[in-house]
């Protein structure tokens, strides 16, 4: 008979975000359940600012950055929603 081992169930709740910060202003950008996901995402983020650096200058929006950090699933706001990839829609950060 085998023995059967029960995993803690600690990180279930634990996800990472993928950070959007202008200035002094934090914003969860994405979510996911694997750190080497979020830093995918990161990372596509990161070059599509620099890929629009020219073009957010020119019209006076500030560069994200982005971050990667654990969350938990209760620590989102409730009515959470994805950012896009510049972190701003219709002219101002989300």
Avoid: C
């Avoid at 059967?4 to 990180?11: A, F, K, Q, V, Y």
């Avoid at 995402?41 to 994200?64: G, H, I, M």
């Avoid at 994805?82 to 972190?87: E, Q, S, Y």
């Avoid at 701003?88 to 950060?93: A, C, H, M, S």
Wanted: glycine letters at 4%.
């Amino acid at each position: 008979m085998r023995d059967i081992t029960s995993l803690p169930r600690g990180d279930e709740d634990t996800l990472w975000a993928v950070v959007a910060t202008v200035g002094r202003a934090n914003r969860v950008a994405e979510i996911f359940r694997s750190r080497a996901a979020a830093l995918e995402d990161r990372a596509w983020r990161a070059q599509q600012v620099r890929a629009y650096a020219d073009f957010l200058e020119r019209s006076k929006q500030p560069l994200p950055h982005y971050s990667v950090a654990p969350i938990r699933r209760s620590d989102l706001p409730r009515k959470w929603t994805p950012l896009p990839a510049l972190g701003f829609l219709r002219g101002q950060f989300i």
